[in-house]
């Protein structure tokens, strides 16, 4: 298979990634794109010979683009020293938890570390920003589990959803097959996109069970 076939038959993989990410401040058009950055050298690069899944393979290379797109996009440059102050202060943290009971207060961070409490709020935050990018290893699971598993293949999804009630259909064909967004999924149902998240959520364990049995 050529690699614009494999790119041409996997972009469900792409906008699972992006929806995956399409919170966190940048438009989800932008998240696609890098995305599908990601798709093109992944398929470039797939070698079948050594047993992986394409989407396997895949899935980590379009988060790398779409990470990229964020750290690009951040205006905060982390210097040594906030890099330094902000591991200090997660450190200090765990430590005065264990002596409290409790979390400790920026005042307590400070004093235990003899830095300025706006310094280490500003390390803590900083370093947490960017360590969200870099923890989405449950993000890449869910992802290729809901690529890889037979719930997202049409046939398999289409046997499922027979016994669904009415609303759960419309929203998995909206979401599964037509590739809308959970806000453009609630617009056109009527309800609010925290709902289709709860619901959607609720229906992939129930239809991932039944395909398990």
């Known amino acids: 298979m050529s690699y614009e076939e494999l790119v041409n038959q996997n972009l469900k993989l792409v906008h699972a990634c992006a929806h995956k990410m399409q919170y966190k401040g940048i438009e989800y058009d932008e998240l696609y794109s890098a995305g599908c950055i990601g798709l093109v050298k992944a398929a470039k690069k797939f070698d079948e010979s050594k047993g992986f899944k394409f989407s396997t393979y895949a899935v980590p290379v379009i988060f790398g683009e779409i990470k990229q797109l964020f750290r690009d996009n ?35 961070i400070a004093e235990k570390l003899g830095e300025n409490k706006e310094e280490v709020a500003y390390a ?27 719930l997202l293949t049409k046939l398999s999804l ?43 959520k609720k229906l992939l364990e129930f239809l991932k069970i039944k395909l398990s049995v």
């Open 158 to 200: 289409n046997q499922l959803i027979e016994n669904l009630d009415e609303n759960d259909k419309i929203l998995i064909k909206l979401r599964y097959f037509s590739d809308k967004t959970q806000c453009e999924t609630a617009k056109i149902m009527g309800i609010s996109q925290v709902q289709v998240s709860r619901k959607e």
């Open 124 to 150: 803590l935050n900083a370093i947490r920003s960017i360590k969200s990018l870099d923890s989405d290893e449950e993000i890449k699971k869910s992802v290729c589990v809901c690529i890889e598993d037979k």
């Open 74 to 108: 951040n205006p905060v440059k982390l210097s040594r020293a906030v890099k330094d102050l902000g591991n200090k202060s997660n450190k200090t943290i765990n430590d005065l938890k264990a002596v409290l009971g409790r979390t400790p207060t920026i005042n307590e």
